[in-house]
């Protein structure tokens, strides 16, 4: 059995498996100001470069294949040495992808809630420019 958390106490994943903050993505319906729209992914984002937080707003697109709870509930999202050993042992939402040169990402599910997984890639830079054609919800990061 594992050992409630204290108050006072970081996430277990962020204490003993040195997983790191990236963003809170909060899906909405309506266009905010100064949105980016990523037509190649289905989605408008903003916030995620001003965000003193990491706070991503996202509007999917209806084309946008995503599983209802990642356009319905807030995710939040973790940098993380090695997606692969991240996923282990976990309920896999969206398997991995790489929506940007040099970035991995995934999303798990954890009692209910969405959670964003991203690997970055030492050699590249984590403002990549290149993308898939597929949707995704990793903008542009």
């Known amino acids: 059995m594992i050992g409630k958390r204290l108050n006072h106490e970081?996430?277990?994943?962020?204490?003993?498996l040195g997983w790191r903050y990236h963003h809170l993505g909060i899906p909405h319906t309506q266009p905010r100001a100064q949105e980016h729209h990523l037509p190649h992914l289905g989605v408008h984002v903003s916030g995620f470069e001003t965000s003193p937080y990491g706070i991503e707003w996202i509007r999917f697109e209806p084309q946008c294949s995503v599983p209802a709870i990642v356009r319905t509930v807030p995710h939040i999202a973790f940098a993380v040495d090695d997606l692969d050993e991240a996923l282990k042992g976990r309920e896999i939402l969206i398997a991995p992808t790489e929506p940007s040169v040099g970035v991995r990402v995934a999303f798990i599910l954890d009692d209910g809630a969405p959670i964003e997984l991203l690997q970055f890639s030492a050699a590249k830079p984590v403002r990549a420019t290149a993308r898939t054609n597929e949707c995704a919800v990793a903008s542009e990061r």
């Open 10 to 16: 970081p996430p277990a994943v962020t204490a003993k």
